[in-house]
């Protein structure tokens, strides 16, 4: 899936801004064809959440109703035109000048619809119904009934099975963009490296009909390396080859620029560019190797969340994240709970972070009721995320799903498709999930790593920091015994609340999250088979309300909500940065 793009042959017109938006209280909308036009509007900005903007929103989890008018932007006349959602939570219904163009299911992913033969030269009516409702048979769930074996407890509200708010709305940017007639499709890269030189295998889609000639042209770092050939049906494959590569990793992010251009009878009908890293990912035993050699990671689990924005897409937010990360030393993260933006994945590409890309399958459960939809809507977001994240350089493997509650037996044969599914999608970088089932854990044995959250010394052994220290790593050895494969703790960390202080440290204190990830990461990195360790969480954010969440807050940001440092900040800066 290829991001829009402008230059010669493409172009986009983002229009995200202030749209007209009302909620459908009593569910009436369509019953009343709302999508011919909304009345009783109000301003509402896209992209963000709908929530925290509104008084009316803070709980309400739709459906609600945006509209929005266009003109056709110059340049667009006579090309194929399309419509995308980089991400609207949860179902989006969209309709074009009255005429429904489709829906799509599940946040955090993006949709598109080709508008060509709908759209007029001016005032096109754009409506979108917005559902954001949680349902035992959606993914992620919510307002699933209490039962023991499957360990919810059902204390949130909004009634999520997972711990972060249930944001809705349209939350990322709106585009229309343009490809040409014979467009290039898609693309898909996958790098190596032989000695000193990189090969990067080119893998290009266009029409059945298009039969002129492919030209791909690598630059950087001194080289230029062009290669052409004629189409061959649909799929055609071109190795370039890379003298004196220099390779991609956190330290040096090197990025080469790649064009692909189309050009029939000598005239170039269309053009992309990708950016290109040169790297290499593998497992071998119990090592993860990049570009060959062990890594053994240190960063974050996040969100996408800020005051007012919700979950919306906000760039200053995620320059200052990456800042933060680097200021403390982190090389990593995983995109918990759900894919990050494509501007989030363009700048760990840019600025050197390892990602462990995840799909939005969080608090899955494997009781029969709703299984189908659930397991279908996992197939689906682990292709979409494929599809969008392939060709990113940071992206060093997939994680399939957060701490399911996989000790039903359904859930075994469950992971161990998926996980094929995965691998048949993507050769070249590793499968997993996260579990807190660890040794119990029985898709450890399909998966390629071991990625397990812990929380010795919080919701186990409270206060008490030394047996929590014997605990884990008593526990990560046996896991290690059993699978024998590279381990990382995804997740491990304390509340702060920011500002409460206690000598001698005891819980909720700045100090008591401090003593607890320093000690975590000593007993980590002195493991060899240990790959990687991320704290939870980067930041503070915005869960539902529950007893244990005060102010609907998860505290265990090592930042504040607003970005500011706590105690942990700096310990963990020392640790991470001498090294
Ligand atoms: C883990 C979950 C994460 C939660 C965290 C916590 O993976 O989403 O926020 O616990 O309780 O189990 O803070």
């Known amino acids: 899936m290829i991001y829009p793009q402008s230059n010669s042959h ?30 009783k509007t109000q301003p509402l900005a896209v992209p963000a959440s709908w929530n925290d903007q509104l008084e009316e929103g803070k709980n309400n989890l739709g459906p609600a109703w945006y509209q929005t008018r266009f003109d056709l932007p110059t340049g667009f006349k006579d090309k194929r035109v399309f419509l995308r959602f980089d991400s609207v939570n949860f179902l989006a219904e969209v309709w074009l000048n009255g005429i429904k163009l489709g ?26 119904r917005v559902e954001g409702l949680l349902k035992p ?6 307002n699933v009934p209490f039962d023991p074996k499957d360990a919810f407890n059902n204390t949130f509200y909004p009634p999520a099975s997972f711990d972060f708010f249930p944001y ?15 467009p290039i499709e898609d693309v898909t890269l996958s790098t190596k490296f032989k000695s000193s030189t990189g090969i990067v295998k080119t893998e290009i889609k266009t029409e059945n009909n298009f039969k002129g000639l492919i030209r791909l042209t690598l630059t950087g770092f001194g080289q230029k390396v062009v290669k052409e050939t004629r189409a061959l049906d649909r799929q055609t494959t071109l190795e370039l080859k890379v003298p004196q590569v220099r390779l991609w990793n956190p330290a040096f992010p090197h990025l080469y620029d790649l064009k692909i251009e189309l050009l029939d009878k000598n005239q170039p009908i269309d053009q992309v560019h990708l950016t290109v890293g040169i790297r290499t990912i593998a497992v071998k035993g119990s090592k993860l190797l990049l570009n060959g050699k062990s890594i053994q990671m240190k960063g974050f689990g996040r969100h996408e969340d800020f005051p007012v924005a919700g979950r919306g897409y906000l760039p200053p937010v995620i320059i200052r994240d990456y800042d ?26 840019r600025l050197g972070f390892l990602v462990i890309a995840e799909t939005p399958a969080v608090g899955l459960f494997f009781k029969q009721e709703g299984l189908a939809n659930r397991q279908r809507l996992c197939r689906q977001y682990t292709k979409k995320l494929i599809e969008r994240d392939k060709n990113h350089p940071s992206v060093i493997a997939w994680s399939l799903a957060n701490e399911p509650h996989s000790h039903r037996s359904a859930a075994k044969s469950f992971f161990k498709n998926l996980i094929q599914f995965a691998r048949k999608l ?10 807190y089932l660890g040794l119990k854990e029985e898709s450890f044995a399909d998966s390629d790593l071991v990625c397990v959250n812990r929380y010795y010394g919080w919701y186990s052994e409270p206060g008490r920091l030394p047996e929590a220290f014997e605990r884990l790593t008593k526990d990560l050895d046996a896991i290690f015994k059993k699978f024998k494969k590279p381990i990382l703790l995804t997740e491990f960390g304390a509340d702060a609340i920011p500002g409460c202080h206690a000598n001698p440290p005891e819980m909720f204190s700045e100090e008591y999250q401090a003593d607890l990830l320093e000690g975590y990461w000593k007993i980590l990195s002195a493991k060899p088979y240990v790959a990687g360790a991320h704290v939870w969480n980067l930041c503070d954010f915005k869960t539902a309300q529950a007893t244990h969440r005060p102010s609907g807050m998860n505290y265990k940001g090592v930042f504040t909500r607003e970005r500011q440092p706590k105690l942990a900040a700096h310990r ?8």
């Open 168 to 182: 809705c709305g349209i939350q990322r940017p709106v585009l229309l963009y343009t490809i040409p007639l014979l």
């Open 137 to 142: 048979d959606r993914v992620p769930p919510g």
């Open 10 to 39: 493409r172009q986009v017109k983002d229009i995200s801004g202030f749209w007209d938006f009302r909620f459908d209280r009593k569910n009436e909308g369509l019953k009343k064809k709302w999508f011919k036009g909304l009345a």
């Open 324 to 349: 933060l990360m680097r200021w403390i030393g982190a090389d990593s993260f995983r995109t918990t709970h759900y894919p990050y933006s494509d501007q989030m994945m363009d700048l760990a590409d």
């Open 426 to 435: 993507d050769k070249t970088r590793p499968v997993t999930l996260v579990s």
């Open 103 to 128: 829906q799509h299911e599940g946040g955090h992913l993006p949709f598109v619809f080709e508008i060509t033969p709908k759209i007029k030269a001016e005032s096109n009516l754009l409506v979108v």
């Open 572 to 579: 963990l800066r020392k640790l991470w940065k001498k090294e």
